[in-house]
């Protein structure tokens, strides 16, 4: 993979972890105003978690075109796999916004408390997935500019001892 793409792709991650960032704060403030109980309260919090739930589905589709792209590119397995757990949570928090801004809309108090514990579930999910990305961004970069280290088998009938 050229430095260009290397580095196009290490600011791809770094937008989706503001993307997540900003997901996390809508889904803090969410929290914030469901728990106080109030209809004018819960009605701002379900306009955050609507918020919440487009700038999820935004971080799970760009995963998805960054893996895709990785793919295409022929880019060792390892660098797939070293996205696929940031893809999994943002895919976990893109449904758990969309379920709790579902339970959040509805008339029943049971509805009401679902949704509650689904923004508190998202919220945990945004929290991981930014806190994970803010980690992981700058080691997966690293890695990608390290040049691979390749082991010579030993000659056959070499003698391998521990020194």
Known sequence: MSTADQTLRTQSLRRLGGLAHQ??????????????????????????????????REVADEFDGLARGLREAGTDASRQQALAPWRKVAHQLHAASRAADVYLEQDSRDDHDTGTWLVASALALADRLAGSLDDGVGAWAAAATEPAKRIAPAAAGARVTAG
């Open 23 to 56: 997901t996390r704060a809508s889904l803090r403030a969410a929290d914030r105003f469901v728990t106080t109980g109030g209809a004018e309260d819960r009605d701002s919090a379900s306009w955050l978690v609507c918020t919440a739930v487009e700038l999820a």
